[in-house]
């Protein structure tokens, strides 16, 4: 199910289409990725294309029954994972990025590091960047960040999700594509042995490699 978001939405809205979206559907209980960030399960920092009023937003009172947030990316990255040290890498709008070590999800905001010229990671790989220059250059980008970041953090190996990774005509070593189904498989395992959504600091269930 898809609906259409916008930079104001703010959390009220998002519970009111998800429900909407969702009429007569029976759960029992509700995963949020979001794209900020997440410390033990609660949202600390405004996002940066949605509208205000995420921090201290009531979900499970919203939604009427229990509700565990984590970062989107890292929400993507726990359903990619597949044993091992795994280097998560979002290519969206923004960049997202999840660090997993041995089951540990470590949550991540390298997009907004300082990279160059002035300009953070994310600034050299976004959506705006690959609209305002060639396919060839932004891939080249991508490249060189991934190649940066593998080497400084020395994953066994990357996995590349988000929308514009189809952009991408080949994957650079150790990487292989992630998909949206991983961002669901990952909202399913943040409740499997009654795993909190704290998960920067314990291990989840992992996949067999």
């Not at 979900?59 to 040290?85: E, H, I, K, T, W």
Request: aromatic fraction near 8%; proline fraction near 6%; charge should be positive.
């Amino acid at each position: 199910m898809r609906f259409k978001s916008g930079p104001r939405m703010t959390p009220a809205q998002m519970v009111r289409k998800v429900l909407k979206a969702t009429k007569g559907w029976r759960f029992d209980a509700v995963s949020v990725g979001y794209p900020g960030v997440v410390r033990r399960g609660a949202i600390v920092a405004e996002p940066h294309n949605l509208g205000p009023g995420w921090i201290g937003f009531d979900f499970r009172a919203a939604f009427g029954c229990p509700v565990r947030l984590v970062n989107d990316a890292a929400m993507q990255a726990m359903g990619a994972y597949s044993g091992g040290s795994m280097l998560f890498l979002g290519l969206g709008t923004g960049l997202g990025s999840a660090l997993i070590v041995d089951g540990v999800l470590i949550p991540m905001e390298l997009g907004h590091l300082p990279y160059r010229r002035g300009h953070n990671y994310e600034e050299y790989v976004s959506e705006h960047t690959r609209k305002r220059m060639s396919n060839k250059h932004w891939r080249r980008n991508v490249e060189q960040v991934i190649e940066d970041l593998r080497q400084a953090l020395l994953p066994d190996y990357v996995v590349l999700g988000g929308g514009n990774v189809l952009h991408l005509k080949r994957l650079p070593p150790q990487a292989r594509r992630g998909g949206n189904i991983d961002a669901f498989t990952g909202g399913l395992r943040l409740w499997q042995r009654n795993v909190a959504a704290v998960a920067d600091s314990r291990p989840y269930a992992r996949r067999k490699p």
